[in-house]
Antibody, heavy 117, light 108 residues
């Protein structure tokens, strides 16, 4: 069965770039779309972006100016970069397989990122 | 932008009771999904396309509705159903996804 594991720094300074990686195992990364989402107490669950291995990408308009999503098929990894972070970007970040571009299943365990100096 | 509203915010019931959770959309929605998030865990897909149970989901969970009004029903609550339940939609414009604020189910 497919498993997703997020990794990256747990602490990022304000104005710097948050970089996370999602490693996919048990399934081909070329068979599905893959998304990043986040969850913070103040804003609930928020979808950030999705990508297909061919390079088709869609971003949440509210984050589009600061976000880059990419895929490395040789490593079965999906990456997220979020630039110019502030305390409002503090959240648990999840990656998820995106079925038919309509729903998320399964999700990774999530990784907490705190933005603080 | 289509907004999802969930009610009630919190539901406190005893084991064996029936739980009825509501999700209302500001515009007609296709492909509505429900997720369960237990404390300290990631969300888990329960229901997709409004009424289809995801793989491995117990039969006590069912979804119904169409258009703007959707319901998640837990027919007989088990202690392990303590969780927050979210509805989610895909939006056509702007293209993306949104979630409801969630309903917390407490077990008495």
């Amino acid at each position: 069965q497919v498993q997703l594991r997020e990794s990256g720094p747990g602490l990022v300074k304000p104005s710097e770039t948050l970089s996370l990686t999602c490693t996919v195992s048990g399934d081909s990364i070329t068979s599905y779309y893959w998304s990043w989402l986040r969850q913070s107490p103040g804003k609930g669950l928020e979808w950030i972006a999705y990508i297909y291995y061919s390079g088709f990408i869609n971003y949440n308009p509210s984050l589009k100016s600061r976000v880059t999503i990419s895929v490395d098929t040789s490593k079965s990894q999906v990456s997220l970069n979020l630039r110019s972070v502030t305390a409002a970007d503090t959240a648990v970040y999840y990656c998820a397989r995106t079925i038919n571009v309509v729903r998320f299943d399964p999700w990774g365990q999530g990784t907490l990122v705190t933005v603080s100096s | 932008e289509t907004v999802l509203t969930q009610s009630p915010a919190t539901l406190s019931l005893s084991p064996g009771e029936r739980a009825t959770l509501s999700c209302r959309a500001s515009q007609s929605v296709n492909n509505l999904a429900w997720y369960q998030q237990k404390p300290g865990q990631a969300p888990r897909l329960l229901i997709y396309d409004a009424s289809n149970r995801a793989a491995g989901v117990p039969a006590r969970f069912s979804g119904s509705g169409s258009g703007t009004d959707f319901t998640l029903t837990i027919s007989s609550l088990e202690p392990e159903d303590l969780a927050v339940y979210y509805c989610q939609q895909r939006t056509n414009w702007p293209p993306g996804f949104t979630f409801g604020p969630g309903t917390r189910v407490d077990i008495k």
